[in-house]
């Protein structure tokens, strides 16, 4: 009889020195970095599924992966400690959970939270140049939380998505379960989005609209024709990475 | 007749990738880069003076940096943007101001503020591996303090100090004006401390007692014999660097 075992990765990331989590021949990518860490460990070839497929440049606080293993070698706490002295300290490996076969980091999971970061102060602050959006002309925070509103409920969100490469028919309709922005101290800010699943670059956009709004180059009553037109080009230029991190994935029921 | 003029520079930095303040030939520093920026600009060889002498890794939210010059195409605005157009991301100049001959950013200050940021959580967090130390055991905020009580006022500090080289006399008397830890959210903790001037280490020296003391591993009232040992090797090991910020710089009278 063979061993086979699904388990589930809890893990943080700084995504500043990779390029994004997909594996990319040639390029330091997260999930490479972890594959191989894992592949190095078990002494087997594995393949592993992501909740969140983020970007080059976008971290994340609480990404969640999955394999299957056949190796009888599997200690989960052993496996943390192993994972974390290859990957650290850009990756950190919080959890790793022996789980049932229907567990798939990405099709179980039924809500994705992401914040996005803003500095709105005259001068950048070098410490979190890599963590923040830094926008120094003053931000209206009650028109972003305007535009944040009009994302409710479910869209077809094409005109916000970078459309997957030979994906020409995949759906763009998605479900925004919240949407706000919530002033932090010392002149910053962060948008926090969650919805059952966003497309490519979505967030990024979104955001971008907000900022739009905020700095009163757009009217948040827009959105609705950029929605409409179903057009990329439709929508105002979308947020840089930096700002951008994934807080939180959630499995099974979501409190409505 | 010549044109001459002090000039002050108040600046930011992130000191992961830079090796300290201090120029040193053929490695990157915060000195070197600003210097040559300067240069480039004025078109003229400048001497720079700095507030607080930085280490490798260490950083900085508030520096002071002052020289003189000959140029007369100094225009303060201007200058700001033209140093930040070459010195950004990893410093950042926020005001350049002409000042009177007799200021100096290092013997007119009267005070210095650091910060030294502590993570007391199981799990480091990668987002802010370069910005905080990682202490997974549980640290006893209120021993830490009370060591903290114990630096203030005048003593001589050798045991907490590295000698700087080719001064086997220069004088390790300092006077603490302040010295608390303060707890942040999310597990996080900041140590305050200011003085008239500190030593080279001396705040990730005073940093280490404190957590030597906040683990349980050293009594809090060993630190008068520290004091009297006058010898480094008395001291439980020194912090490590990228938890500390240089936070703040008082020119003139200091509120008691």
Same mark, same amino acid.
């Given at each position: 009889?063979?061993?086979?075992?699904?388990?589930?990765?809890?893990?943080?990331?700084?995504?500043?020195?990779?390029?994004? *989590?997909?594996?990319?021949?040639?390029?330091?990518?997260?999930?490479?970095?972890?594959?191989?860490?894992?592949?190095?460990?078990?002494?087997?070839?594995?393949?592993?599924?992501?909740?969140?497929?983020?970007?080059?440049?976008?971290?994340?606080?609480?990404?969640?992966?999955? *394999?299957?293993?056949?190796?009888?070698?599997?200690?989960?706490?052993?496996?943390?400690?192993?994972?974390?002295?290859?990957?650290?300290?850009?990756?950190?490996?919080?959890?790793?959970?022996?789980?049932?076969?229907?567990?798939?980091?990405? *099709?179980?999971?039924?809500?994705?939270?992401?914040?996005?970061?803003?500095?709105?102060?005259?001068?950048?602050?070098?410490?979190?140049?890599?963590?923040?959006?830094?926008i120094p002309d003053p931000l209206n925070l009650d028109a972003m939380n305007q535009a944040g509103s009009l994302f409710l409920g479910e869209h077809d969100f094409t005109s916000f998505c970078r459309r997957p490469k030979g994906q020409p028919e995949s759906s763009m309709i998605r479900r925004i379960r919240s949407a706000k922005w919530v002033p932090d101290t010392h002149e910053r800010m962060h948008f926090e989005i969650s919805a059952n699943a966003f497309c490519h670059q979505m967030v990024r956009s979104l955001t971008g609209f907000c900022v739009a709004v905020g700095s009163g180059k757009w009217d948040a009553q827009t959105f609705e024709a950029v929605l409409k037109a179903k057009d990329r080009s439709a929508a105002p230029p979308i947020a840089p990475p930096h700002g951008l991190v994934l807080k939180q994935v959630t499995y099974g029921k979501v409190d409505q």
């Open positions: 009889m063979t061993f086979a075992q699904t388990v589930r990765i809890d893990l943080a990331y700084k995504g500043t020195h990779f390029r994004g *989590f997909a594996e990319n021949p040639g390029v330091r990518t997260v999930g490479g970095e972890l594959r191989s860490a894992l592949e190095q460990i078990l002494g087997e070839t594995v393949e592993l599924t992501v909740a969140g497929r983020t970007d080059a440049g976008v971290h994340a606080t609480a990404q969640v992966v999955s *394999f299957r293993t056949d190796s009888s070698r599997l200690n989960c706490e052993r496996l943390v400690t192993a994972l974390n002295s290859i990957c650290s300290p850009d990756i950190r490996v919080h959890a790793v959970t022996a789980v049932t076969d229907d567990f798939n980091a990405r *099709f179980s999971a039924t809500e994705r939270m992401y914040h996005y970061a803003i500095l709105n102060a005259p001068q950048a602050d070098p410490l979190r140049a890599d963590l923040e959006w830094h």
